[in-house]
C-alpha cells in the first residue's frame, strides 16, 4: 500500500491550503484516514481522522473549526482542508491510513500504513 501526499507549500498567516493524499495498492474504502503533523524534536501529533463511509469524522481541538478533512472514495484519496493557518501550523503534514477502518483513531499507533509527509510552512 502506497500513501502520497501533496499540496503543501510556504504560505502567509491567514492563508488556506489544501492537502491531498492518494492511496494505492490496497482497498481504500475499507480504510479510516488520518492527518498528523511533526515539527522536529516533537512527537507526531494527531490532526484529523475519517471513517472508512465518512460518518465519523474528529479533529484536534488545536484546529477543529479552520480545518477539514474529507475523502473521495471513487478516488482513493483524502484530503485536509486548511484555513486561516497559523505560524504554528507549520509542521510536516502525513497521512496515515487504518486498516481496520473502525471509528476515527487518534493514536498513530493505530495506523498502519503511512505517506512520506509534506512540508506545510506558514510565515510571513
Known amino acids: 500500500v502506497q500513501l502520497v501526499e501533496s499540496g503543501g507549500g510556504l504560505v502567509q498567516p491567514e492563508s488556506s491550503l489544501r492537502l491531498s493524499c492518494v492511496v494505492s495498492?490496497?482497498?481504500?474504502?475499507?480504510?479510516?484516514m488520518g492527518w498528523f503533523r511533526q515539527t522536529p524534536g516533537k512527537e507526531r501529533e494527531f490532526v484529523a481522522a475519517i471513517s472508512w463511509n465518512s460518518a465519523d469524522i474528529l479533529t484536534a481541538p488545536s484546529v477543529r473549526g479552520r480545518f477539514t478533512i474529507d475523502r473521495d472514495n471513487a478516488r482513493n484519496t483524502v484530503y485536509l482542508q486548511m484555513n486561516s493557518l497559523k505560524p504554528e501550523d507549520t509542521a510536516v503534514y502525513y497521512c496515515a491510513a487504518d486498516k481496520y477502518g473502525v471509528g476515527t483513531p487518534t493514536d498513530s499507533y493505530d495506523y498502519d500504513y503511512w505517506g512520506q509527509g509534506t512540508q506545510v510552512t506558514v510565515s510571513s
Open positions: 495498492g490496497g482497498t481504500f474504502g475499507y480504510y479510516a
